[in-house]
């Protein structure tokens, strides 16, 4: 049997998609046929990730770079119309854009601006792990039911583990932001499921990505997370790109409102291995 490319001809957007896990998502997407525009804060990081689809994947289909920040809806907005002015509809979403804050921390300590910027209030427009999540949930939407053929796509909001798991080495704004992304997620997969559209979150474990090596960068800090990962390393982002073109491909087609843990077994986890 020959081998069938599993996003042969589908559009997809990457926001973040210019480092880490979106970076390595535009790679696979584009390795299995996938048009992909890759979004990001970062327009040489956006532009690098065209190139090395190009590099790697010479037969791959044409992906652009858009410069996008997910804090401004104005962007947003832009972003999913570029990519359906330019390959005509808009199949997959992945909504991955995200940050953590060095000053993100438990109850007493976690200062209102560090919260608001994470959540992105109107005070604050840098950051957004969740506003930024609906707005593209919203355009990619709207973007979906006009597609030639009838209303059809997958949406891939990145959540993370800890909005499942507590933790003793708190982040309480990025926690709260990431348990709403798994909330809304469900929520829009019910409304939504009899157009066509499935949304799922994924909740990755934690990656050997600059975001989190650059929060624990100290060995102390980093062995403070590993004793718990029953596989006891971090993961890869390509790991993740695996489970996101699961959920992106007709692969998952009965699967929607579902938190996709690629997190090494984390949550599965009460003593781990010595
Ligand atoms: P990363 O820092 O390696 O890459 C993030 C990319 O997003 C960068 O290219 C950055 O320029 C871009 N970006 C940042 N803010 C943006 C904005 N406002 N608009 C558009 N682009 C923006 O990060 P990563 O580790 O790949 O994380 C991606 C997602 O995965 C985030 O939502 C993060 O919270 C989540 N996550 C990461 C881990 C981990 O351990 N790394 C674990 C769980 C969840």
Redesign the pocket.
């Known amino acids: 049997m020959p081998a069938t490319l599993r996003l042969e001809n589908k559009v997809a957007i990457v926001?973040?998609?210019?480092?880490?896990?979106?970076?390595e998502t535009s790679l696979v997407f584009a390795s299995e046929g996938a048009h992909v525009v890759a979004?990001?804060?970062?327009e040489d990081?956006a532009k690098r990730a065209v190139e090395l689809i190009q590099q790697q994947f010479p037969d791959a289909p044409k992906a652009i770079a858009v410069k996008?920040?997910?804090?401004k809806e104005a962007?947003i907005k832009q972003m999913v119309a570029t990519a359906v002015e330019t390959f005509g509809r808009l199949d997959v979403m992945f909504n991955?854009?995200?940050?953590?804050h060095p000053q993100d921390d438990n109850a007493l300590n976690t200062e209102e601006r560090i919260w608001d910027l994470t959540m992105n209030t109107d005070r604050s427009r840098?950051?957004?792990?969740l506003k930024?999540v609906w707005w593209g949930c919203k355009y990619a939407i709207e973007a979906m039911r006009k597609n030639p053929g009838g209303s059809k796509g997958s949406i891939i909001n990145?959540?993370?583990?800890?909005a499942i798991l507590g933790a003793a080495t708190p982040q309480l704004a990025?926690t709260a932001s990431?348990g709403a992304v798994l909330a809304m997620t469900r929520e829009l997969a019910v409304v939504h499921a009899r157009e066509g559209i499935r949304i799922n979150s994924l909740?990755?474990?934690?990656?050997e990505?600059?975001?989190?090596m650059d929060f624990l960068d100290t060995p102390e800090k980093k062995n403070r997370r590993l004793v718990h990962v029953p596989m006891g390393r971090?993961?890869k982002?390509v790991e993740?790109a695996k489970g996101v073109l699961f959920l992106a491909s007709d692969d998952s087609s009965f699967v929607t409102g579902t938190d996709f843990k690629v997190d090494g077994g984390i949550c599965a986890a009460y003593v781990t291995p010595e």
């Open positions: 926001t973040g998609g210019g480092n880490g896990i979106g970076l979004a990001d804060i970062n990081a996008c920040d997910v804090s962007d991955n854009a995200g940050i953590m840098l950051y957004s792990n930024g990145t959540a993370s583990f800890v990025y990431k909740c990755p474990g934690p990656l990505t600059k975001l989190l971090f993961g982002a993740q």
